[in-house]
C-alpha cells in the first residue's frame, strides 16, 4: 500500500517504489487498487484474532521479503566466477557469451576495495577460463598489478621507462599474462605510451585470438592529459574491441573528473557493467545522478565499508559484498596494505 497527502504525491511514491522493485530484478509490480485493498481490510476479520497484531499496516509477509529495499536481488550467471555475496547468495558473473557488451568501469575513493575487488574476478575468471590478461600499471607506490599480483598470476612484468622500451617490446603468443610497468615513465610520455600499447595488444589479439581482458589503472590520468592520443586510443579500445572478445577494465578515484571529460562520458556509455563503491561525499550526489541510483543505494554507498559496493551487470542490480570471501592466498596477493601495518600486527601479537 502507497499513501499520500495528495493524489500527485502517491503517484510521486508508487514510481518510486516501483523503481525500487525494478532495481532489485522485479520483473513486474502491480500496485493495489483501493478497492483491492479495501476488500483485503473487508476479509481481515477472516483471519486468526492474532494475526498481524504487531503490523501498523496491512502487508503480505512473502512480498514483503522479496520486496523490502534491504533484501538482496541475486546475479547468478551461467558459468559465472564467484564474485562475494548479494546477502546470503553468492554472485556469480562472466562475460562469457555477451554480445552485447564486456567492458568494465571500477569507481571508488583511496580504500574502497576497487583494486582488490577488480583483481579477484581476474584472477579468477584466469583460472577457470584461461583469460589472457593485460594490465597498465602506473602506480609508483605499490604496483598494484605489475607486482604481486602479477606474480602470483605467474605473468610476465615489463618495465617501460620510455618510448624507446615500448617499441622494442615484442608479446610472445605463450604469455598469459602481461603487465605493462610504466610507473618510472614521465607522465608527459605516458599517453604516447599507452596508445603505443593499445595498438601493440591489438594487434597481438588479431593474431591470436581469444578471450582477453585490459585492465587500465587511474584511467583519468589518461583522459585528461594535455596529450589526448592516449584517452583517444582508450576510447577506440572500449568502441571496437567488444567484437573481438576484448573486455576492457576502467578504474579511476574521482567520478567527477571522469565524467568531466568527453572521452570518460562517451565510454561510460559503453560499460555493462559498473561497480560503485566507497565515495566522497561531494562525489555520491554525482554518482546518483549519472547512475540513476535510488536513494537507498546512494545511502549504501555513503556508508559502504572495504569491499562493498553496487554492482551493475546485464541490466542487474545487486549490492556486493566481498569482504571476507577470498582465501588467504588470494588476500596476500591482491591486498594494498601498507607494509608496516604487517609489523605493527606482529608486534602485537
Known amino acids: ?63 514483503l521479503a522479496r520486496t523490502t529495499i534491504y533484501s538482496a536481488s541475486t546475479l547468478q550467471m551461467r558459468d559465472g566466477v564467484p564474485f562475494g555475496f548479494s546477502g546470503s547468495t553468492p554472485i556469480l558473473i562472466t562475460t562469457r557469451g555477451q554480445t552485447s557488451g564486456r567492458h568494465f568501469g571500477w569507481f571508488g575513493k583511496t580504500g574502497a576495495g576497487k583494486g582488490f575487488s577488480v583483481r579477484t574476478y581476474l584472477a579468477r575468471r584466469h583460472f577457470a577460463d584461461r583469460l589472457r590478461l593485460f594490465m597498465w600499471d602506473s602506480d609508483d607506490m605499490h604496483n598494484e598489478y605489475a607486482g604481486r599480483f602479477c606474480d602470483f598470476l605467474e605473468g610476465v612484468r615489463l618495465r617501460l621507462n620510455s618510448l624507446e622500451d615500448v617499441q622494442n617490446v615484442r608479446l610472445d603468443p605463450l604469455w598469459q599474462v602481461v603487465a605493462f610497468d610504466v610507473s618510472l615513465m614521465p607522465h608527459e610520455l605516458q599517453p604516447r605510451a599507452f596508445a603505443m600499447v593499445k595498438s601493440l595488444v591489438e594487434q597481438h589479439i588479431l593474431t591470436f585470438p581469444g578471450e582477453t581482458a585490459m585492465l587500465v589503472d587511474e584511467a583519468t590520468a589518461i583522459t585528461e592529459h594535455l596529450d589526448q592520443s592516449g584517452a583517444l586510443a582508450l576510447g577506440n579500445a572500449v568502441q571496437t574491441w567488444r567484437k573481438r572478445g576484448v573486455e576492457v577494465h576502467i578504474l579511476t578515484q574521482r567520478v567527477t573528473d571522469w565524467f568531466g571529460t568527453a572521452i570518460g562520458r562517451k565510454i561510460q556509455g559503453n560499460l555493462s557493467v559498473k561497480w560503485y563503491g566507497a565515495q566522497e561525499d561531494t562525489e555520491i550526489t554525482e554518482i546518483t545522478r549519472r547512475a540513476n541510483l535510488s536513494p537507498e543505494e546512494a545511502e549504501r554507498i555513503a556508508t559502504a565499508g572495504t569491499g562493498q559496493g553496487v554492482l551493475i551487470a546485464f541490466g542487474r542490480r545487486v549490492w556486493a559484498d566481498l569482504y571476507g570471501h577470498c582465501s588467504p592466498d588470494e588476500y596476500a596477493a591482491y591486498h594494498t596494505d601498507p607494509p608496516e601495518s604487517a609489523f605493527r600486527i606482529q608486534d602485537i601479537a
Open 1 to 63: 500500500v502507497v499513501r499520500g497527502p495528495s493524489y500527485a504525491v502517491m503517484q510521486r511514491r508508487s514510481a518510486r517504489l516501483v523503481q525500487q522493485c525494478a532495481d532489485l530484478g522485479a520483473d513486474k509490480l502491480r500496485l493495489l487498487r483501493w478497492e483491492q485493498y479495501d476488500g483485503m481490510v473487508a476479509a481481515q476479520p477472516l483471519a486468526p484474532s492474532d494475526f498481524m497484531q504487531s503490523r501498523s499496516f496491512l502487508s503480505e509477509t512473502g512480498v
